[in-house]
C-alpha cells in the first residue's frame, strides 16, 4: 500500500504544500535527486573580482550546463532550481533541503538572474542547484567561487 506523504517546503514566494505517494515505496525526498554526467552551474555574471560602487546595482545572471531549470515543486528527472550562496564560509548539508535565508537565496520560481545590492566589501558568491524540494542533486551540481568588491 502507498502511503501518503505531506512535506512543507519554504520557498522565495511562501511556504509550497506538495501532497504525493512514494511510487515505489521509496524515500519521496530522494525522487530526482541524481544529477547529470558532466551538469555544472556557472555564474555567466559578474565575473570573478569584479568592481562595483556602493548602491549600485549588481546583476547577477546563472548559467547551467549539461541539466535544466524547472521551479521548485516540479520533479523532472534532469533538472532543478538555483540557489544564491552569498559569503557563505561552508556548504549547507548537503544530504537536506537547502535552507532559505539573507544570504541563502532561492529562486524556486526557476529564474536565471537576479539584480543584488550589497554592502562594501569583498563578498563570496556560489550556486547550487537543487531539486524540487531544495535537495542538492547527487553528486551535487555546486559553482566555483566568485569574488566581487563593492566600494
Not at 87 to 103: C, F, M, V, W, Y
Not at 135 to 144: D, F, G, K, R, T
Request: charged letters at 15%.
Amino acid at each position: 500500500m502507498q502511503s501518503k506523504v505531506v512535506i512543507f517546503l519554504l520557498a522565495t514566494s511562501g511556504c509550497i504544500l506538495v501532497w504525493g505517494d512514494a511510487l515505489d515505496g521509496s524515500d519521496p525526498l530522494s525522487v530526482n535527486r541524481q544529477s547529470l554526467r558532466d551538469a555544472s552551474v556557472y555564474f555567466i555574471q559578474p565575473e570573478d573580482g569584479q568592481v562595483f560602487e556602493t548602491g549600485e546595482p549588481i546583476i547577477v545572471q546563472f548559467g547551467l550546463r549539461g541539466m535544466g531549470v524547472a521551479p521548485a515543486g516540479v520533479a523532472t528527472p534532469g533538472t532543478g532550481h538555483h540557489h544564491l550562496l552569498i559569503n557563505q564560509k561552508t556548504l549547507p548539508d548537503l544530504l537536506r533541503p537547502i535552507p532559505a535565508g539573507k544570504n541563502i537565496i532561492h529562486f524556486g520560481g526557476g529564474q536565471t538572474e537576479t539584480q543584488l545590492t550589497l554592502a562594501p566589501g569583498n563578498h563570496k558568491l556560489q550556486l547550487v542547484l537543487g531539486n524540487q524540494y531544495h535537495l542538492p542533486h547527487i553528486p551535487p551540481v555546486i559553482s566555483e567561487h566568485v569574488t566581487i568588491v563593492v566600494h
